[in-house]
């Protein structure tokens, strides 16, 4: 099988994980718990936009420096906020320009 088409993590019989960049590794889940950070400040400003819970300024407070370039960007329309979709699509971006050539120059490839 050939290496360059294994996951992240995933082994080729009895050797060492594929992910031998720690660069690679820390960049990918940097990026992935931001995006998941913004789907979920998303969700919860459709459930409870002014709830006392807690973890809703929490999650404003991380997600909102990223989410405020994007809304100085994008016309206002109505109530709804695009900013989210640009910032995921930014998150995706950086995944593919970034992280993913740090996971192939691990790999020697």
């Not at 996951?7 to 990918?28: F, I, M, Q, T, W």
């Not at 913004?38 to 709830?51: T, W």
């Amino acid at each position: 099988m050939d290496a360059a088409r294994l996951a992240p993590g995933s082994r080729v019989s009895g050797s060492r994980p594929c992910c031998c960049s720690p660069c690679y590794g820390v960049l990918d889940l940097a990026l992935t718990v931001l995006l998941w950070l913004v789907i979920f400040a998303v969700i919860l400003s459709f459930l409870a936009p002014f709830g006392e819970h807690p973890l809703i300024p929490l999650l404003r407070d991380l997600t909102e420096p990223l989410l405020a370039p994007f809304r100085r960007l994008l016309p206002t329309v109505g109530p709804l906020d695009f900013s989210p979709i640009l910032a995921i699509l930014a998150i995706e971006l950086a995944r593919l320009l970034l992280a993913r050539p740090l996971y192939d120059l691990a790999l020697g490839g």
